[in-house]
């Protein structure tokens, strides 16, 4: 089954401990992005990455790492999570060309005390 | 960049009429707008999408028009079920990224 699979699904943690919220897609696409979900504020992006080493900042990127060492996989890293941090995060990823759709991968809600 | 803004933020309707969320977004160049359906604890899932060179799209009681001489597109649900319930987010492509709306809360009461 094509998905998009990311854990943890719940995550509490405290401040400026590293975290690293994991993602994966089965579906070989080259484009993955990490987005945040905030109430009235709608689903803003983090970071995006067109391909393997290839990452680029969003519209809210601070604070916030990734890396993209192989295809399927595309890491969130928080190295010293604060409370603003706290927020429902989803992983996607996108086919490219005339059929292009966003895949979303579950999200994590992540509470940092 | 691009700017993406919805209205209403929150929709009420009766069970069977029908209900209209607008998008306008800013960058002319943006030629994908896919509108994505949210239920509570879920994550967003494609209802329905439109390319630049299409004005209407319908699939069964959802449908999406595009203007893009005003700049905007719109979502439009006849015969609303308690099901449609859910967040609505519109998003316009803008080079490599989607940017989305701020979503519309669609509560259909029966």
């Known amino acids: 089954e094509a998905q998009v699979t990311q854990n943890p699904r719940y995550l509490i943690t405290v401040t400026g401990k590293k975290l690293t919220v994991t993602c994966s897609q089965n579906?070989?696409?080259?484009?993955m992005s990490w987005y945040r979900q905030d109430p009235g504020l709608g689903l803003r992006q983090i970071y995006y990455?067109?391909?393997?080493?290839?990452?680029d900042k969003g519209d809210v990127p601070e604070g916030y790492k990734v890396s993209r060492k192989e295809k399927r996989n595309f890491p969130l890293i928080l190295e010293s999570p604060s409370p603003n941090q706290t927020s429902l995060y989803f992983c996607?990823?996108?086919?490219?060309?005339?059929?292009?759709?966003?895949?979303f991968g579950s999200g994590t809600q992540l509470s940092v005390l | 960049g691009e700017n993406v803004e919805q209205h209403p933020s929150t929709l009420s309707v009766q069970e069977g009429d029908s209900a209209v969320i607008k998008c306008t977004y800013s960058?002319?160049?943006?030629?994908?707008f896919p509108w994505y359906k949210q239920e509570l604890g879920k994550r967003p899932q494609l209802i329905i999408d439109i390319r630049s060179n299409v004005g209407e799209k319908k699939d069964q009681r959802i449908a999406v028009t595009l203007n893009k001489t005003a700049k905007h597109f719109s979502l439009h649900i006849t015969e609303t079920q308690p099901e449609d319930s859910a967040v609505y987010f519109c998003?316009?492509?803008?080079?490599?990224?989607?940017?989305f709306g701020k979503g519309t809360t669609l509560s259909v009461s029966s």
């Open positions: 996607a990823s996108r086919s490219q060309g005339a059929n292009e759709k966003l895949f």
């Open positions: 960058d002319s160049a943006s030629n994908y």
């Open positions: 990455s067109m391909n393997v080493e290839v990452t």
């Open positions: 998003a316009a492509s803008w080079w490599t990224a989607l940017i």
């Open positions: 579906m070989n696409h080259e484009y």
